[in-house]
């Protein structure tokens, strides 16, 4: 019996040895499965971002694009007073306004250098807006294109 006692003892051992290493290979697969999960999910999240960088940039180009014919028809509609004209220019406004652009207020401000370039002084209150001769814009809060000013000197 004793015989059989080691050989069972032996082969208890050997199926020991089979399920530690079973449970290695597990906790192994395991943690490749959750490094893999968050490698997938960095993947995914840096993927968004660039897209929405990407969709943020083509934005702010169709835009940019866009701020000369809006010039220009503004220039003419002080020229030209025409009801088509002015409904054309409200609609593309609005439609700036919602892609998020905003107009910078300039005319009687206090220069600001962030959001304005001086093109030109003269006499005036000083660091007064006295003039613009191009609108600036902003774009969800980034400057799209600084305002153009004509800035009081005293």
Same mark, same amino acid.
């Given at each position: &019996? !004793?015989?059989k006692? %080691?050989?069972? *003892?032996?082969?208890?051992e050997? +199926?020991?040895? *089979?399920?530690?290493? @079973?449970?290695?290979?597990?906790?192994?697969a395991q943690? /490749?499965? %959750?490094?893999?999960?968050?490698?997938?999910?960095?993947?995914?999240?840096?993927? /968004?971002?660039?897209?929405?960088?990407?969709?943020?940039? $083509?934005?702010?180009?169709?835009?940019?694009?866009?701020l000369?014919? +809006?010039?220009?028809?503004e !220039?003419i509609e =002080? *020229?030209?007073?025409?009801?088509?004209?002015?409904?054309?220019?409200?609609?593309?406004k /609005?439609?700036?306004?919602? &892609?998020?652009v905003? =107009?910078? =207020?300039? @005319?009687? %401000?206090?220069?600001? *250098?962030n +959001? &304005?370039e001086?093109v030109?002084?003269?006499?005036?209150? !000083?660091?007064?807006?006295? !003039?613009?001769?191009c609108?600036?814009?902003?774009? /969800?809060g980034k400057? +799209?294109?600084?305002?153009k000013? $004509?800035?009081g000197?005293?």
């Open positions: &019996m !004793k015989e006692d %080691k050989e069972q *003892h032996e082969e208890i050997k +199926l020991q040895r *089979h399920l530690g290493e @079973m449970e290695k290979k597990i906790n192994e943690n /490749n499965w %959750k490094r893999a999960l968050a490698d997938y999910k960095n993947l995914e999240k840096r993927t /968004n971002e660039e897209k929405e960088q990407l969709i943020c940039y $083509v934005k702010r180009q169709t835009i940019e694009s866009f000369p014919l +809006l010039d220009n028809l !220039k =002080e *020229h030209i007073k025409d009801k088509g004209l002015e409904l054309t220019l409200k609609n593309f /609005n439609t700036l306004k919602i &892609m998020g905003e =107009e910078i =207020e300039s @005319m009687g %401000k206090v220069f600001d *250098h +959001l &304005m001086a030109e002084t003269a006499k005036g209150e !000083k660091n007064k807006i006295l !003039k613009v001769t609108k600036g814009y902003i774009l /969800n400057l +799209l294109r600084p305002a000013v $004509v800035v000197r005293e």
